[in-house]
């Protein structure tokens, strides 16, 4: 029958106080009780927090997705990608010297030796004069070539002109006419002067 008076609601409330204080035995249940509402009390707010939109691991792992994805998404430029310039073609090689007037000088140094080099007579030129009238037109990486050479043996050049075939800044090439061919004679720019650096006989 429910309680309608103040009175009366007031000794249910003192007798309900009252209760723990009659003996240890109910103190210690109420406080065991108590303790063990506080308990579940604190467990149901914990998990009303921890369910909250965004809050948990499913939020996580959808914010993880979603920044893997986004390279991918219509309108994100992707990163960019280093790349390696193609190889270009190599110029081609230029020609050695440019093509110029012939040099007086190196013009005078190969009619000099190719009238050194037909000047052999047998039996009248020793070979030792032979070969001085060519060393001081001629280069000393190639004299040592002139020395292994017979003048016996060198072929009869025909009196005409030396003629240039190829002139450079640097280098002239000639040819002189022989009996059975031609000979083909270099003359180069070196620090002390023109001089011959290379003949060869053609023909």
Request: aromatic content about 6%; hydrophobic content about 40%.
């Amino acid at each position: 029958m429910p309680i309608r008076t103040n009175r009366g609601r007031t000794a249910v409330y003192r007798r309900l106080w009252g209760w723990p204080l009659r003996s240890p035995r109910h103190l210690a249940v109420a406080i065991i009780g108590f303790a063990a509402l506080v308990a579940a009390a604190g467990i149901v707010i914990d998990n009303a927090v921890g369910t909250r939109p965004g809050t948990g691991p499913r939020s996580a792992a959808t914010s993880t997705t979603a920044a893997s994805g986004a390279g991918n998404q219509v309108g994100v430029l992707p990163p960019a990608r280093t790349t390696t310039p193609l190889p270009t073609k190599a110029p081609s090689p230029t020609p050695q010297g440019t093509t110029v007037p012939v040099n007086p000088n190196a013009q005078l140094v190969a009619d000099m030796w190719v009238d050194a080099f037909a000047s052999f007579e047998p039996g009248r030129t020793s070979k030792e004069q032979w070969l001085a009238g060519l060393q001081p037109h001629t280069s000393n990486e190639v004299f040592p070539q002139l020395e292994s050479v017979d003048p016996v043996e060198v072929p009869v050049v025909i009196d005409q002109p030396v003629t240039p075939v190829k002139s450079f800044t640097d280098s002239v090439e000639f040819e002189a006419a022989l009996e059975d061919g031609k000979l083909y004679v270099v003359v180069v720019r070196l620090p002390e002067g023109w001089r011959v650096h290379k003949f060869d006989k053609v023909g």
